[in-house]
């Protein structure tokens, strides 16, 4: 039975790296036990897969941070100021590039192509000297071939990595990084060789970059890689895995006549137009994995439509049946992990789920039923769910459907400009220039879980449980005012989860108890799973969710409120991979987000907050937004933000560029700030220029946000007094 993962989610059914990780940051436990428990989560989805009768299980997609990360410490691409004096790369220098430590930042992170997941981008120039400074891969192969599974390695492929990179500070302009594909190669041979001398038979290099738009120099790239590589990975199966959208045409050619190679692994779900590249010719006796297990949802497989799309491939492939291999659309990473653990869903939900379990079940009754072993009473269980799904009254709502319908055709906006705006609302607030804020949560305090956590267990009463939130209130606001913040947030004390939050407040939402997907390190996010029609049955704190939230926004400014966020922290993560299909989608959301404020007076301040992204590409769609300020990561990604206005595109709304990174511990210094926010007023109008952090302070802890933000304070009274004696 031919069956393939192309990756397992790392962090655990009940996110136990996670603990593990945190645990050993705060130097509550040992590198061992770290160790230890990474060691037994590895052993556990083995032999789950194993038992599943997976044939090609995948080694190497376990990592403590970041599978690029990984890469970065395999071929020694150490940044220089991480002091690293060479020899195997431990946890000290690894878990200092990906977090920073006391001296020195950390690397940049940004998304992995359009997902949520989060990479450590690898900085690379002429002074990197590569070396093969982490065996991971070949210990993870050998640590599971010791429990008895045979696994393929997986591998970050060289091109990709390459172009996942960015050049190191200095040399941006000048480097070509593809340049360094024979430094990295050399590498790569040695480990291709140690993971044979160690019994592999198969090996899977990640090339995810093929999905993209690629110019003939980096598709030239592709075929002298593998060229390169040819001889060493002889006597080995070697599978080229893609993952995400379609591949192009011209890139499929490429790709179907690399050497060296034996398989392809093609998305097939995000992929329909490389479905019909297939059809229309595959290379005669290489194998075919056939990605049609979405890896990135958390829906059961319409088994009996992905079993006719094998059946119509195996025309193709040929005879030799094995050579079609079923498996996933790509990791399993990007989906949450059991849903055997989900103890609060209803059976009809439940229904139409599948986690990364599930779905390592779904491919194998596939590649069954593909083999003419079909388990008639799992399909037909299967059946029976797609066809509640699609006909239960739960997903549709008439009232929402005809507000929805009454929406369309018309270009919703504030009818007053921007700038008009700004000064109405600058007559009611009389904020001082460089306005200070911060994005909206406050340190998640050990306390403050357990009173939840009592809530929740009917432990303590609803009266005790909103008492004990409004006192987190006033300390907030009490820090707040004491640290002389201009514009003041509540910390949301109340929620356990952004999106959560808001979602339990809706019909045709539904909750998990542990439906966690990896968003960076030990960081995941429980997304809520949206299976219907949206509505607010009941004013929440006081397009179909674009409407829930404009009767919420208006509901808050009846209540007084005269600033009100509306958080588009994801808008860039649902921008498509390939040019063309971009267009349509940043129409959409602009106007969706439109829609949420259009109802407001002028006065009435709409802020929003955008996380990690590269928004060079869509400054247009977020001036389009139409938002009155807004604030956005830029610390972390080198102030790339920044350099969109430094080339001339002109911004006349709020704007804050985050000043530090609050996604690392280190705590910036008064000057360092002050510097940032020169840096930003050589670019924009000291009028529209706001102060605040990269994003919410919800993951840190007290004796890390209180000093930060003095400081930060204290940056900006500084630069304010400068402005003052300037003029
Ligand atoms: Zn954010």
Redesign the pocket.
């Known amino acids: 039975m031919a069956s393939h993962i192309v990756g397992y989610p790392r962090m655990g059914p009940k996110r136990e790296l996670k603990f593990a990780l945190e645990s050993f940051w705060d130097g509550k436990s040992s590198a061992e036990d770290l160790q230890k428990a990474a060691a037994e989560l590895r052993s556990s989805i083995w032999k789950q897969m194993a038992d599943a009768d997976i044939k090609y299980i995948p080694s190497n997609t376990f990592s403590y941070y970041d599978q690029v990360l990984d890469t970065t410490a395999m071929l020694g691409a150490v940044p220089p100021r991480y002091g690293w004096n060479g020899g195997e790369i431990g946890f000290d220098v690894y878990f200092s590039m990906a977090r920073g430590n006391a001296s020195v930042p950390a690397m940049e992170m940004t998304k992995w192509f359009d997902t949520n997941y989060h990479y450590i981008v690898p900085e690379l120039g002429p002074e990197v000297k590569f070396s093969y400074a982490s065996h991971k891969a070949v210990t993870e192969y050998k640590e599971a071939k010791a429990l008895g599974v045979d696994t393929v390695p997986v591998l970050v492929g060289p091109v990709s990595y390459l172009l996942l990179s960015k050049p190191a500070k200095g040399v941006e302009k000048s480097f070509s990084l593809l340049s360094l594909l024979n430094k990295i190669l050399p590498i790569y041979q040695e480990v291709i060789s140690e993971l044979k001398g160690a019994g592999a038979t198969w090996i899977q290099f990640d090339e995810p970059q093929l999905v993209m738009d690629l110019d003939s120099t980096k598709l030239k790239a592709f075929t002298d890689a593998y060229a390169e590589l040819e001889s060493t990975l002889s006597g080995l199966n070697v599978l080229i895995e893609t993952y995400f959208a379609d591949i192009p045409a011209e890139t499929y050619k490429i790709l179907t006549s690399l050497k060296g190679v034996t398989a392809y692994g093609f998305d097939l779900v995000r992929g329909t137009n490389t479905l019909d590249l297939v059809k229309s010719g595959f290379p005669k006796d290489k194998y075919l994995f056939a990605g049609v297990v979405d890896g990135r949802n958390i829906w059961a497989n319409d088994l009996a439509s992905s079993l006719k799309t094998l059946q119509e491939l195996e025309g193709i492939v040929g005879r030799e049946r094995y050579k079609l291999v079923v498996s996933t659309s790509c990791s399993l990473l990007h989906t949450a992990v059991d849903l055997i653990n989900e103890t609060k869903l209803d059976d009809e939900i439940k229904s139409w789920l599948a986690f990364a379990a599930q779905k390592v079940v779904e491919v194998n009754a596939l590649a069954k039923a593909l083999a003419g072993h079909k388990d008639e009473a799992f399909f037909s269980d299967n059946a029976m769910a797609q066809a509640s799904r699609k006909s239960s009254p739960r997903v549709t709502n008439e009232a929402v459907q005809k507000a929805a319908a009454a929406l369309k055709g018309s270009d919703h906006r504030r009818s007053t400009n921007v700038s008009a705006r700004l000064d109405a609302q600058q007559k009611k607030l009389n904020l001082p220039i460089l306005p200070t804020t911060t994005?909206g949560s406050f340190p998640q305090t050990v306390e403050l879980r357990r009173v939840r956590r009592e809530y929740k267990a009917k432990k303590i009463s609803e009266e005790d449980y909103i008492k004990a939130i409004k006192e987190e209130i006033k300390k907030v606001v009490d820090l707040q005012e004491d640290l002389d913040i201009d514009v003041l947030v509540h910390g949301e004390p109340e929620r356990n989860d952004m999106v959560e939050y808001f979602g339990e407040q809706l019909s045709g939402f539904a909750f998990t108890v542990n439906g966690w997907v990896q968003s960076y390190g030990s960081r995941c996010v429980k997304p809520p799973v949206i299976y219907g029609d949206v509505s607010r049955p009941k004013p929440m704190t006081v397009l179909r969710i674009a409407l829930a939230i404009k009767d919420e926004v208006e509901d808050l400014e009846k209540a007084g409120i005269n600033v009100i966020q509306i958080d588009e922290?994801a808008l860039r993560e649902g921008l498509p991979l390939r040019k063309s299909e971009q267009a349509f989608y940043l129409d959409w959301a602009v106007h969706s987000f439109r829609i949420t404020n259009v109802g407001v007076q002028d006065t009435t301040q709409i802020h929003t907050?955008?996380?990690?992204s590269n928004f060079n590409d869509i400054i247009q769609s977020i001036i389009d937004m139409d938002t009155d300020v807004i604030t956005i990561?830029n610390s972390r990604s080198d102030e790339k933000l920044l350099s969109v206005f430094r080339e001339g595109v002109k911004y006349g709304a709020g704007i804050g560029p985050g000043v530090y990174d609050i996604h690392s511990p280190r705590i910036p210094s008064t000057e360092e700030m002050a510097e940032r926010i020169n840096k930003m007023l050589a670019v924009l109008e000291k009028n529209i220029l706001w102060v605040n952090p990269?994003?919410?302070l919800k993951t840190r802890k007290y004796n890390e946000v209180k000093p930060a933000l003095k400081n930060m304070v204290e940056a900006t009274k500084l630069i304010r007094s400068q402005l003052a004696s300037a003029k």
């Open positions: 994005i922290a907050h955008m996380c990690y990561e990269d994003c919410g």
